[in-house]
């Protein structure tokens, strides 16, 4: 009889022997914007979708006739630092989750940095790894404990309980306030600014710092050991890097969803960067085992742009038009597109740059925006790997990517030119979350083997040398001896604008 391993909550089952993908199930989840730069998400929809994404795979695999008491192993991957503050005793979400990209601790960033010794946003670099910043975990439940009567409330009773998503999942799914295990993996907890990288565990001056009480925090445990009726956890990008299988030292991989994320391998001792760089928890296979830390450049807005595209412009019907429309072009033809929606991340963490767009004339239409738009992407991934080259001082050769965007082929061929190396994805086109449950797999058969004699079907994107006029530029960038100051610069100048803003 086989036995399945299951990911939640976009749902996938894998076969335990074979790694053969049995079947999967995806659900949407909304977000709601009801200030500038609030991003928001409903707790209740979170934990809906993973109901219904259980109920249709189960439903799946009884028409494959395959039992569901044949799965043994169940996982769960999600969004690092979004955060969410519940009640024990009612199970009741207290608030909306804040969202990762949510901009709305901008002062209570601005105030925390002035506290700090020369107003030093990396005052706290030394222990998390992290610059303080708008986008980590700390900030957004600190905003909450200030600005949300009913976390107050249910602090001063004792009935406050903080988490990421997965600490949210986990307990809903194992008992809620009948008992559920209130627990996070160290990939997650290494994205809050209260966890120390060198100690593995919560900091009581971290806590003191951000003035976060510790008895709300949940209990940090390995990526992979039994929690409840789960057999691991890991914070998605990190989720990724373990698909992609950067196991060894110096392996990197690069997922393009909402944001760009590209996260290298850097073994068992944290690498401190120089750069602008995050230093993070990538995974721990077991309590007794090493974590291993990874060095990561984070980019706010790249599939985001494609959809503020599509939603707030009308430029685009659907995501899937952009490429069209970016192939009619061949060119932005001069003009720039910086998507700061949400500030600069890596490597500048500037939270109050904002979006710009310029070099328009007469010429231009929608499809060189569209271009424009890909090329942004682009060249932010270039910004972060040029920090991790220089960080690591051995420069990648050769980049594995996976996301969404990544079946936007002319946007793979872009990145292979602007970073003037070999860019690879499955052809498959195998999903974060189905990555994931690889993992899960991992866990459960607790060895490498099985991994190692995976058959990979990879596209490769390499520089090209086009003839046409329009992609002359790129043309001269792949011959240049040192490609980036001649390619980049037009870009840099109108990032450098994002920031007067």
């Not at 850097?266 to 750069?275: L, Q, R």
């Not at 600069?344 to 424009?372: D, K, M, V």
């Amino acid at each position: 009889m086989a036995s399945y391993c299951l990911y939640l909550p976009s749902l996938a089952v894998f076969n335990a022997k074979t790694a053969e993908l049995i079947c999967h199930h995806q659900v949407e989840i909304n977000q709601s914007f009801p200030k500038e730069g609030w991003v928001e998400e409903d707790p209740r929809e979170i934990m809906q979708s993973v109901y219904e994404c259980m109920e249709r795979t189960c439903e799946k695999l009884c028409q494959l006739n395959i039992s569901v008491s044949n799965i043994k192993a169940v996982g769960v991957t999600n969004q690092r630092e979004t955060t969410l503050v519940w009640d024990k005793e009612t199970g009741e979400p207290l608030y909306n989750a804040i969202v990762w990209l949510d901009l709305r601790t901008q002062s209570t960033v601005e105030r925390l940095i002035n506290k700090a010794p020369g107003r030093n946003k990396n005052h706290l670099k030394h222990k998390t790894g992290l610059p303080i910043s708008t986008y980590f975990s700390a900030v957004k439940l600190r905003w909450l404990l200030d600005n949300v009567d009913e976390i107050q409330e249910a602090m001063l009773d004792g009935r406050a309980m903080f988490g990421t998503v997965d600490s949210w999942i986990i307990w809903c799914l194992t008992g809620g306030r009948n008992g559920g295990v209130h627990c996070t993996d160290v990939s997650n907890a290494s994205r809050t600014m209260l966890f120390n990288i060198h100690s593995m565990d919560w900091d009581p001056e971290l806590c003191r710092y951000f003035d976060v009480p510790m008895e709300i925090l949940p209990k940090v445990r390995s990526s992979s050991e039994i929690y409840g009726c789960m057999v691991s956890c890991l914070g998605d990008q990190s989720a990724a890097l373990v698909g992609q299988m950067c196991f060894k030292e110096g392996q990197a991989k690069n997922t393009y969803g909402t944001g760009c994320f590209l996260l290298r391998n850097t073994g068992t001792k944290p690498v401190m960067s120089e750069h602008g760089l995050l230093t993070t928890v990538a995974y721990k296979m077991g309590k007794d085992e090493p974590a291993c830390y990874a060095l990561e450049g984070s980019v706010a807005i790249a599939g985001a742009v494609v959809r503020w595209l599509k939603d707030n412009m009308g430029i685009v019907q659907s995501s899937s038009e952009i490429e069209k429309l970016a192939a009619a072009a061949g060119s932005s033809y001069g003009c720039y597109f910086v998507p700061a929606f949400s500030g600069l991340y890596a490597p500048y963490w500037e939270p109050s740059a904002r979006g710009i767009i310029c070099g328009l004339t007469q010429f231009t239409n929608r499809n060189h925006l569209a271009f424009a738009a890909l090329e942004a992407v682009c060249f932010q991934t270039r910004e972060i790997l040029d920090a991790m080259n220089q960080d690591s001082g051995v420069p990648l050769t050769q980049l594995q990517v996976d996301g969404g965007m990544t079946s936007n082929r002319l946007l793979m061929q872009l990145q292979a030119d602007i970073l003037c190396m070999p860019v690879g994805k499955d052809l498959n086109n195998v999903t974060l979350e189905i990555r994931f449950s690889l993992f899960v797999l991992l866990c459960f058969v607790l060895c490498y083997v099985l991994y190692a004699k995976m058959k990979r079907c990879v596209s490769m994107f390499e520089g090209q040398k086009e003839a046409s006029e329009a992609k002359q530029t790129r043309k001269a960038l792949r011959e240049c001896s040192t490609p980036p100051r001649l390619f980049i610069l037009p870009y840099s100048i109108v990032r450098n604008a994002a920031f007067n803003y």
